[in-house]
């Protein structure tokens, strides 16, 4: 029940991006999900919110970026108000991972996938996208892969290599033309992640690493989203990549940052434990 | 080029079963409402094919004013609708007990009884006492509920067909008798017309009757009048008459007496003319001594005086004589005749004479003493006397002539009395008599002065009852002619019709409405009539399908910060893509398989794709908002719609909860929509329905957008689903 910050945030600067919650709180019929929660992420920070199975941390992100009500305390994504607000703050974060709530359609393919993320993004007036921006798009995204496969490859050996790179590469052909079905848990992650950060929203939540069942590829995931914050804020330093993510067990993180400390430096890596609240 | 309907779509393309799937949704709609438009196409098209048993048991009937022609109207019933196709069901003579069976066993679906006294009382339509004829249609609704209804109807063509041609006989009868009463109406036209001719000659002398009794009237007035004066005149003459009467009386007895007395007259007269002829003769010897005198005088005056002397004594004695005598005598005349002048005359003469003499006496002795003095004068007053002597003679001559003619006139005077007298008499008789006549007269004329009056009165009444007679028969000539004319003017109202006319009007008395032929926007069959309802019931279950098939909404969108009007429009225009799918093979399925066909093509497709766009927002709305529990919700509407649309019967006639449901529900008015446009009717209908089922159509758009906003906030149960349909 504590956050540490290992820098100090100008009280002045409650910048777009920095997420503060008191006494966030929640119950519903079944009892308490989780209560007294205080929480502040600097933009640009990464905080980790770890507990066990059925411990609250799906609400606690969906609260977050503005999904799900709480019954008590008081929360602010930058200057707005998280209980009163929450259609402007469902606009300023955006959920990579969810299940059940963002699962990909299998027999979509890539291409698909991000044309679809990419037209609900557009004005009402425009619904549809066009091959060729689509086409941007995935060349943005190759890039994006490209710049990061680049910052692998500057890492020290033992630690992450092309392969894991490979591996991590949702894009699996240069059309798009793939299926879902044929991508990989962790491609798939990245995947919703990627489609996420299509709208380059200040502040990302990502449920439950630990769904992918792989210890590399959870590290390949954390090292993922490092790397992407990382370039995303050499890319645009206004406009941070703030990261809330859960997972049963953070130990990967560390050895992640370790093995990255050279590369990614996000604002803090806070962690909030949650606690199993008693059922009724 | 990527649009979300699109993508969403493409889901599909990846597996063939997918695709199937696609297909089958949009073929759907058309093999729900294509096959039970199929089946109940034009049901009634085909009901020859159902057998139905016809038992005759009429008698037959002579058939009125026809010389013992039959009618046998039962066989011509059974002749007319056993042939295929012609009385509707697959008529087959039987009898009773074979059709009883047949029908409870349901070999036949219908028994029509031809009665005994069918033809009776069809024949009665012509005679005195009419009645009905009657057909029994036997139905088991145990076989077929319809077909009793169907049955009915059949019963009402064989009953208004028949109608038809008894009512065109009968009705022919009436035509013939219209003639009849045309040619009567002919007759008594004629007769009208022979009556105001007579009326007129009637009234002509009712004129002049009246004319005669108004002179006859004033002729007895005038009679009256007559017979007034007459009895007055009668009167005065029965009193004149009895004056004349009496005065008759009195001339009698006064011309009596003057008859007498005349007699004495006469006598008397007689005697004066004795006397004046004495009184003559004397006179004539006076005269001859006066002569001789006047010669003695003569010689006196040559002797003078002695004679003188002499002449003197003789006038002494002459007037001695004349005065005394003829004074005596005059007196006696004038005694007798007191009243006659000329005895008057005589007697003055007389005296004249008597005094004439006197002087000549005076004189005589004058003369005398004269004489003694004058001898001339003597002589001259000598020759006066002569001459006076002379002129007396004379008259006394003229008396005497006088005296005999009054003599004379008397004794006639009296002759003529006795006449007079006894006309006296006869006069005083007859005056008598006509008094007695003239009294009868009065009697008479008094009788006839009353009787006359009887008359007048008689003849003013005679008079007055002329003038009415004429003034009635003037109304008998008015009243005639209007007759006359009015029966020709309805004469020529009244028609007559020849035989071809004849049977053309009694046909269309017989069946002068024909109700069946005027359909406003008929459709071609039953089906197509039942289409509307069934288009829409497929179009329904399609919306339902499709969002079985498809998401309701992109619901990864529901994590994105996409917009929630642009979540639902995704989730929205793939449906619609597959309502204008549905709604095209539908059509395609309804025009090839059916030569169903609407009224304006154009519209009827718009229209229904409008319907399944409303349709499709009304799923989409249910599954977004509730899931599958909003798949029920569909299926149940579905239930409540069929009850209220009024797609086969008016909603009119569903109990009222239905009533007040049904325009709130989208299927009533793409019901109304589509009946419209399939039939061709008021486009005013269509068009309101299409602006409801517009307005429909954004109410659960903006409904669904706002269930999207809503469902962006995940609830724990959300995360943690006890059941999932």
Known sequence: MQSTSQTLVDET????????????????????????????????????????AGSGKTSLLLSIAGRMRVTSGEGHVGELDIRKQPRLVRGQVTVGHIAGLTDLENDFTLAQHIAERLIMLQPWYKPWVSKSSLREVIDVIRETFASATEVIDRLPEGTFSSSDAKDADFLIDDEGKAFVSELSELQKFLLEFGLASLAQAPVVVLDNIDYLREREDRARAWAAILIYQELRSKRDPENPLTVIASCEDSSDVDLVLDALSTEVSPTSVSTLQLTQHPRH | MFSLPWLELSRFKRHTITRLAIIVVAVIPAIYGGLYLASNWAPTDNLDKLQAAVVNTDEGAEKPDSDGEKLQAGDELVDKITPKGEGGFDWQETSLKEANDGLAEGKYFAVLEIPSNFSERLVSTGGDDPEQAGLNLRT?????????????????????????TTTAEYVSEVYLGFNDIHSSTKKAVDGARQLNDGATDL?????????????????????????????????????????????????????????????????????????????????DEATDKAEDLKDKADDLVEGTRPKLTQAEDDFDSARNTVNGDMDDRVAQLREDYPDDPNVQKLADDMDNLGGDLDKAH?????????????????????????????????????????????????????????????????????????????????????????????LKDGSSQLADGA??????????????????????????????????????????????????????????????????????????IGGMITYMVINAIPYRALMSSAKSSRIAWAGYVPGILFGVAQVAVLYGVLSFAL????????????????????????????????????????????????????????????????QIISPFLPMTHAVNGLRTLIAGGDMFIAAQAAVVLLLMTAICLVATMFVCGRKRMVTLTQLHPSLTL
């Open chain 1, 13 to 52: 600067e409650q910048a777009v991006g920095h997420v503060s919650l008191r006494g966030w709180g929640l119950s519903g019929k079944q009892g308490e999900v989780f209560s007294g929660l205080d929480l502040d992420v600097p933009r640009g920070s990464v905080a980790i919110i770890q507990g066990a």
């Open chain 2, 140 to 164: 088991d609704d145990a076989h077929n509920f319809i077909v009793g209804q169907m049955a009915g109807t059949i019963l009402n063509e064989i009953k208004s067909g028949l109608n038809e």
């Open chain 2, 203 to 283: 009234h002509d002398g009712s004129g002049q009757l009246s004319d005669g009794a108004h002179t006859l009237d004033k002729g007895v007035g005038t009679l009256q009048t007559g017979i007034g004066d007459l009895d007055e005149g009668a009167g005065e003459l029965e009193k004149g008459s009895g004056d004349l009467k009496t005065g008759a009386d009195k001339l009698a007895k006064s011309t009596t007496e003057a008859k007498n007395g005349s007699k004495k007259v006469a006598d008397g007269a007689g005697q004066v003319a004795d006397g004046t002829g004495q009184l003559r003769d004397t006179a």
């Open chain 2, 362 to 454: 005076g004189r005589a002795s004058k003369a005398a003493d004269e004489a003694k003095d004058l001898e001339d004068p003597v002589k001259d007053a000598v020759d006066d006397v002569m001459k006076k002597i002379r002129e007396a003679d004379k008259k006394i001559g003229k008396l005497d002539d006088g005296a005999q003619k009054v003599a004379t006139g008397a004794d006639d005077l009296h002759s003529g009395l006795i006449k007079l007298d006894a006309g006296a008499g006869d006069l005083a008789k007859g005056a008598g008599d006509l008094n007695d006549g003239a009294i009868q007269l009065k009697d008479g004329t008094e009788k006839a002065k009353t009787g006359v009056a009887d």
């Open chain 2, 467 to 540: 003038d009415e007679l004429d003034k009635g028969a003037k109304k008998l000539v008015d009243g005639s002619k209007e007759l006359a004319d009015k029966l020709a003017d309805g004469l020529k109202q009244i028609p007559t019709y020849d035989k071809s006319d004849r049977e053309n009007r009694s046909d269309v008395v017989a069946v002068p409405v024909d109700a069946e032929k005027i359909k406003d926007n008929a459709v071609d069959a039953y089906g197509e009539g039942l289409a509307a309802f069934f288009v829409s019931l497929a179009l329904w």
């Open chain 2, 595 to 658: 030569d169903f066909s609407a009224g304006s093509w154009l519209w009827t497709l718009l229209f229904s794709i409008l319907v399944a766009a409303s349709f499709h927002a009304v799923h989409q709305l249910c599954v977004a908002a509730l899931g599958g529990v909003g798949r029920l919700v569909a299926l149940v509407l579905l239930m409540v719609q069929i009850a209220s649309a009024g797609g086969t019967y008016p909603v009119q006639t569903a109990p009222s909860i239905f």
